[in-house]
């Protein structure tokens, strides 16, 4: 029987499926505020309600309590206020629509209007296969958010750790970081991230 994670433990590096769904559970019943792009051109889906940042050079702007942040994995929206049309990732953004083709840029997906505002966190969609970990977002106005782990971008023999697949940041200085692989850890976002490949 797995152990069930509180809000404040940690558990440095796990495989355990039943934990982490427990863990993504907590997205359910979360309003939709915005996407943003961080630095790094990383796209992050801010959930919850607004908080406001730690810090003093951030005092006046706010976040999500919950930030799903994609890191390394590619992703596909299917926009519940636009039906039939594919919002996908790639070096340009591309809205595909039958034989229609619209690319979108950074400011165009912070601003554009794919996902209702406030639209509720009404299922989690979760995958574990021996090599990734697949995380969906099904929201209440019908759009249904998929994100796909893509090692393509993992650095090749230049000494770099490779990034996680995907991570959400929770209140209390909690992230969930998934991947790469099948692992998952849920730790002290403020707390420098240590070797957690070693067994």
């Known amino acids: 029987m797995p152990t069930v994670i509180q809000i404040d433990d940690v558990q440095p590096r796990s495989e355990d499926r039943e934990e982490i769904r427990s863990l993504l559970n907590r997205l359910v019943g979360k309003p ?3 996407f943003k792009v961080s630095y790094g051109d990383e796209l992050t889906i801010h959930l919850g309600e607004l908080v406001p940042y730690l810090s003093p050079k951030m005092k006046d702007h706010k976040k999500g309590a919950y930030i799903v942040a994609l890191r390394a994995s590619a992703w596909v929206l299917e926009s519940g206020l636009e039906p039939g049309l594919l919002y996908t990732s790639g070096d340009r953004l591309t809205l595909r629509a039958s034989s229609r083709v619209t690319t979108l840029d950074w400011e165009e997906i912070e601003s554009r209007p794919i996902i209702r505002p406030r639209a509720i966190v009404i299922d989690i969609i979760f ?15 019908g759009s249904i958010l998929m994100i796909l782990p893509d090692r393509s971008a993992d650095p090749k023999d230049d ?7 995907w991570e959400v940041f929770m209140p209390r200085h909690r992230v969930l970081k998934a991947g790469p692989g099948p692992f998952w850890s849920y730790t002290d976002s403020r707390t420098p991230p240590k070797d957690e490949t070693a067994a």
């Open 32 to 34: 939709f505020l915005f």
């Open 159 to 165: 000494g770099e750790e490779p990034l996680t697949d």
């Open 127 to 141: 995958e574990a296969t021996p090599a990734e970990l697949i995380l969906g977002l099904r929201f209440s106005d």
